[in-house]
């Protein structure tokens, strides 16, 4: 492979085609992570996979039957720590031992307690040169959602608002259509393509009857979640059309009207989950049962209301504000209604993440850093 330069240049061309193909099934591989896999001998790749979807053949399992005969001394690029468990597959280590592999990758450990490092104790110890943490940072952004839910019993959270540049989501009469710029709303649903649940409070069902699906070729429906402490969306709403291949959630507390509950669960391809709490829904409650039923990531799209007091919680962990260059003053409502901070110390700091201004509106996306 001559010289340590051209050699290092050559793993991560390989492990960055790894993440590249880990990618390509985001938001359908939950409550597992995304994993891409490349199998390389003599410079020439000869097998590549990635994790599909739960419950299907792991990436190195597709990689080997591609690559075949050709596994043995060859390398593994493989996103994440090859799995040492019977879980719905077999153990992914012992595929590899047994094809031959000569060397393995790995951009990163598994955080899973029944994985971490297992694999790879399992793989050196047959034999096989393992090197850990190539291209680690990436890997980790890649499965925000996997390790967040693994580390913490709750999903990743991004919260996305498109405003215009004087800071408003809709005018004081409420008109919102639209905000941002076409090439910004495709944008919108390549997200809800790319997460398990997207997210709204009631006003937002009330006041822009969003109908909360995914629009673009191939796509997927994310699943539908409703924060309605009073259960006050009309039966009537486009988010309980039963046309969408994804269910829809409704989070509710003990003060729900029970003919409204009644009728809600009567319809088709609706779940209400009713929380003991007299009055709000309990969300550090609401988000961890999303991650009991194995969806890791959450796209918060509204109201101000609902994402102030997610906030307030400490359950945010990203936000993405996309700005139209477009000004209309007055006192519509703001992306944050609900966060009511005094004093200017107390701001919620963030750091940014990437800006994009190349569809004519601005998209700025940052990292929440809440003060310890």
């Not at 259960?231 to 486009?238: G, R, Y």
């Amino acid at each position: 492979m001559g010289n340590g330069g051209d050699y290092m240049e050559l793993d991560n061309h390989y492990m960055s085609r790894a993440l590249e193909l880990a990618a390509l099934a985001m938001g359908r591989t939950s409550p597992n992570p995304l994993v891409g896999c490349v199998i390389v001998k003599d410079g020439v790749i000869v097998g590549e996979g990635y994790h599909q979807k739960a419950g299907t053949p792991h990436a190195e399992v597709h990689a080997l039957q591609a690559a075949g005969e050709h596994a043995r001394g060859a390398t593994a690029y493989v996103t994440l720590e090859p799995c040492s468990h019977f879980g719905k597959t077999p153990p992914c280590a012992d595929a590899l031992i047994k094809a031959g592999i000569q060397r393995v990758v790995v951009a990163m450990v598994d955080p899973n307690p029944l994985v971490s490092g297992q694999g790879i104790t399992r793989l050196r110890a047959a034999g096989i040169q393992v090197d850990v943490g190539l291209k680690e940072k990436e890997a980790r952004t890649l499965n925000k959602g996997f390790l967040k839910a693994m580390q913490t019993g709750l999903p990743f959270v991004l919260y996305k608002s498109a405003l215009t540049l004087d800071g408003k989501i809709a005018t004081e009469s409420g008109d919102s259509k639209w905000v941002s710029n076409e090439a910004s709303r495709a944008y919108v649903h390549r997200l809800r393509d790319h997460f398990d649940v997207i997210m709204v409070g009631s006003e937002t069902v009330r006041q822009d009857n969003p109908a909360l699906n995914c629009r673009i070729d191939e796509g997927r429906d994310p699943v539908r979640l409703l924060v309605d402490g009073a259960l006050q969306i009309p039966l009537q709403a486009a988010v309980l059309a039963s046309s969408c291949t994804a269910p829809c959630l409704i989070a509710t507390t003990a003060s729900a009207p029970l003919d409204k509950l009644k009728a809600l669960r009567a319809l088709e391809n609706v779940e209400v989950w009713q929380y003991d709490s007299p009055r709000y829904v309990p969300l550090k409650d609401l988000l961890g049962d999303l991650v009991k039923r194995g969806w890791n990531s959450v796209l918060l799209e509204g109201g101000g209301g609902l994402a102030g007091s997610l906030l307030r919680a400490q359950l945010i962990d990203e936000v993405e504000f996309i700005y139209a260059p477009k000004l209309i003053g007055g006192k519509g409502p703001s992306p944050l209604s609900g966060l009511e901070l005094p004093l200017m110390a107390q701001a919620i700091p963030l750091e940014f993440l990437e800006i994009d201004g190349g569809t004519g509106d601005l998209r700025v996306r940052a990292k929440v850093n809440y003060a310890d």
